[in-house]
Structures are given as structure tokens and as C-alpha cells.
């Protein structure tokens, strides 16, 4: 159902106790239901209860991020420079920025 993949880099960008987290806003205009992901880098202890696994791999999202993940096949990447990390992803509704 879910096909999420984190590169080698993304999964060494990581903390151990880190997990990529997916939300979907909603920006519609009247009846329109239009909205934008947001995914990022959380410790998994602050996750919400509501948060559910997506795949094997550790990336997690609300349920109505996950309603609209389904059946894509999204690739998370990293590049770090320095301290900064900076992870990607290759949804086209993402911009490609995962913060």
C-alpha cells in the first residue's frame, strides 16, 4: 500500500531517535480540497497518538496525510551540510523540501 523509501543518507541523517513525519493541510477555497504536505524530521516520542507507520520504514503520518500517501511511491533523501541537515522528497506537491 505505502511505498516509502529513505536513502542511505537520509537514514544516516536521521538520530536514533528520530522519525520522518508527513501532515497534510488544507488550503482550499470554498468547497475545494486542495492542500499541501508537510513533512519533518520528529523524535518519535513527540509523535501523535494518532500518528500511524507508514510502511517499514520510519516515516509516520496523520490520517489524512496517510489517506492521501496512499498508493505513492515517495523516495526521502538528505543532504547535510555541516550541522544542517536538509532532507528531500520527491513528491511534486511538496515543493520536494522536506524541513
Same mark, same amino acid.
Given at each position: 500500500?505505502?511505498?516509502?523509501?529513505?536513502?542511505?543518507?537520509?537514514?544516516?541523517?536521521?538520530?536514533?531517535?528520530?522519525?520522518?513525519?508527513?501532515? %497534510?493541510?488544507?488550503? /482550499?477555497?470554498?468547497?475545494?480540497?486542495?492542500?499541501?504536505?508537510?513533512?519533518?524530521?520528529?523524535?518519535?516520542?513527540?509523535?501523535?497518538?494518532?500518528?500511524?507507520?507508514?510502511?517499514d520504514?520510519?516515516?509516520f503520518?496523520?490520517?489524512?496525510? %496517510?489517506?492521501?500517501?496512499? /498508493?505513492?511511491?515517495?523516495?526521502?533523501?538528505?543532504?547535510?551540510w /555541516?550541522? %544542517?541537515?536538509?532532507?528531500?522528497?520527491?513528491?511534486?506537491?511538496?515543493? /520536494?523540501?522536506?524541513?
Open positions: 500500500m505505502f511505498s516509502i523509501t529513505l536513502t542511505a543518507a537520509a537514514r544516516e541523517a536521521l538520530r536514533p531517535d528520530e522519525v520522518i513525519f508527513f501532515e %497534510w493541510h488544507g488550503i /482550499g477555497v470554498c468547497c475545494a480540497h486542495d492542500g499541501e504536505f508537510s513533512a519533518r524530521p520528529v523524535r518519535r516520542a513527540r509523535l501523535p497518538r494518532r500518528a500511524r507507520q507508514l510502511g520504514d520510519p516515516a503520518a496523520l490520517p489524512v496525510a %496517510w489517506m492521501h500517501l496512499a /498508493g505513492h511511491a515517495v523516495t526521502i533523501d538528505c543532504h547535510t /555541516g550541522r %544542517w541537515r536538509r532532507f528531500t522528497t520527491d513528491l511534486p506537491c511538496l515543493g /520536494g523540501t522536506v524541513r
